[in-house]
């Protein structure tokens, strides 16, 4: 196969061999170090859709689709079905493997994209399988279900494509970035934007215009075509998402223009790439490579535009901007040693944190309890004390009943098949309803949350502790 020739020259000596296996190690434990959710968003819009397979259907998913493509939940349910087929009923064990077949799936791409951008240049493809394979967010990002997550393979395939276009100038090169592109964009549509950055490369060129213009409205046709048959109109699913962006994007919030710039200067250790650059001839390194940062700065810019902004939005290039600053790292660490030192030591501080800090750890070990628990089949959520209430991930029927002043009569704690939970600030008006309860299991955050709530309590209450509570005569 082309793509593993490819990987060839990355195992040819003992330094690219340890840099491609640690990679793979790390891309192999994350989901089962940390099976927890960078949002929301990735429960409720991709993980209760492919979990449990058992309980999912194509119809289902497709008819819940919303203003979202059904077509990443179709995937991940393929995967998630294929394992129930195979015998694997547990959610949770369906849900961290399918996590695991992404994120093999994904190195192996930043990978292959990694050797064909620098496969020539040996002191620049180390830097490249470092970044791609144990750059800190790396493993966690690209082992998760979420469409930001989905679509970054698919980008940094396109943008390496851009980059062999700029090299060689062959409209076949053109024509697999746009495709590349299409894929990503129907995994998350505002990766679409970089169809900009493909359209600066014909130049003057104008029978590679044609081929570009011929290619990107076939795919336009064609994409458009498979969400008709799945939905029952020409892009539903695009026209549905830019409508609803339109009119509530700025209800989320918005936050300044510069939000992202100050986001990956944080993102990227600091102070490890500032520096006066002398002596640095940009130019000669960049020779061929900079279609990288046209991706980079047109993805930048159009989503600094928007009102609404949220830190995973920057998920899809992060790839690209690694492999664009291979040459850069490899000849500001060469030069100093002090600056190499530093950012394997910080890196290395937080890769081992991201690893083992679970987002969403209390809800996540929640389920786990009632899972332990057949006997509990009842579950009183006091005004929302568990945010998300992960269902999808239960082996066993739990009602779960949220609790607040409009159906009080509802809240029977004696009944011992029953418990019921709240959060650490909320105790007290639970106590203060007078019944006499005892705890029975205490679920905590990992530490970096539990540092949000002590920083900030009234934006991450929900991320604090959450307690199970029962009569005394029902514990055992």
């Keep these: 196969m082309p793509m593993l020739k490819s990987l060839q020259p990355c195992v040819t000596s003992p330094l690219k061999r340890t840099l491609f296996g640690v990679g793979l190690v790390l891309y192999l434990v994350a989901p089962w170090l940390n099976p927890g959710f960078v949002a ?252 990288l940062w046209t991706f980079f700065t047109v993805f930048l810019v159009s989503h600094s535009l928007i009102p609404h902004k949220e830190e995973r939005f920057m998920v899809p290039i992060l790839p690209v901007l690694l492999l664009a600053l291979v040459p850069v790292t490899e000849g500001l660490f060469s030069r100093n040693p002090w600056r190499r030192n530093y950012f394997l030591l910080l890196n290395g501080f937080l890769l081992v944190t991201t690893l083992v800090s679970t987002p969403q750890q209390n809800a996540l070990e929640l389920v786990k309890f009632l899972n332990r628990r057949p006997d509990l089949s009842v579950l009183y959520d006091y005004e929302g004390s568990v945010v998300p209430y992960l269902s999808a991930f239960l082996k066993y029927p739990v009602r779960h009943i949220r609790l607040d002043p409009s159906n009080a009569e509802l809240w029977h704690p004696e009944n011992c098949q029953s418990v019921t939970a709240v959060r650490w600030d909320w105790t007290q008006r639970l106590f203060a309803r007078g019944q006499t309860l005892r705890p029975l299991a205490v679920f905590k955050p990992a530490w970096p949350e539990a540092l949000f709530v002590r920083l900030n309590p009234l934006r991450n209450s929900r991320r604090g502790p959450i307690t199970l509570y029962q009569p005394p005569e029902c514990l055992r």
Excluded at 167 to 186: C, D, E, H, M, Y
Aim: proline residues 5%.
């Design 40 to 291: 929301l968003d990735d429960y409720t819009s991709l993980t209760e859709f492919f979990v449990p397979a058992q309980n999912q259907n194509v119809a289902k998913i497709i008819e819940n689709s919303e203003i979202r493509s059904p077509i990443p939940r179709l995937m991940l349910f393929a995967i998630s079905n294929s394992l129930w087929k195979l015998g694997i009923e547990d959610p949770f064990l369906q849900y961290q493997i399918v996590l695991t077949v992404l994120a093999l799936f994904s190195f192996f791409i930043f990978v292959f994209c990694a050797c064909r951008l620098y496969g020539s240049r040996p002191d620049w493809l180390r830097w490249a399988l470092f970044f791609v394979g144990s750059f800190y967010l790396c493993p966690f990002f690209f082992s998760r279900a979420m469409i930001e997550s989905l679509s970054a393979p698919f980008l940094a395939l396109s943008a390496t494509c851009a980059v062999e276009y700029d090299q060689n100038s062959r409209p076949s090169s053109l024509v697999k970035s746009l495709i590349f592109l299409g894929i990503a964009s129907t995994m998350r549509f505002q990766t679409g934007v970089c169809v900009f950055a493909i359209a600066m490369l014909p130049g003057r060129r104008y029978r590679h215009w044609m081929v570009l213009a011929g290619t990107g409205l076939l795919l336009f046709l064609l994409t458009g075509s498979v969400d008709a048959w799945l939905r029952g109109s020409f892009h539903q699913s695009l026209f549905s998402y830019v409508n609803y962006n339109l009119h509530h994007s700025s209800s989320y919030g918005t936050t300044p223009f510069y939000t992202y710039l100050l986001l990956w200067m944080a993102v990227l250790v600091p102070p490890t790439f500032i520096s006066r650059y002398r002596n640095f001839s940009v130019r000669e390194r960049y020779r061929g490579l900079l279609p």
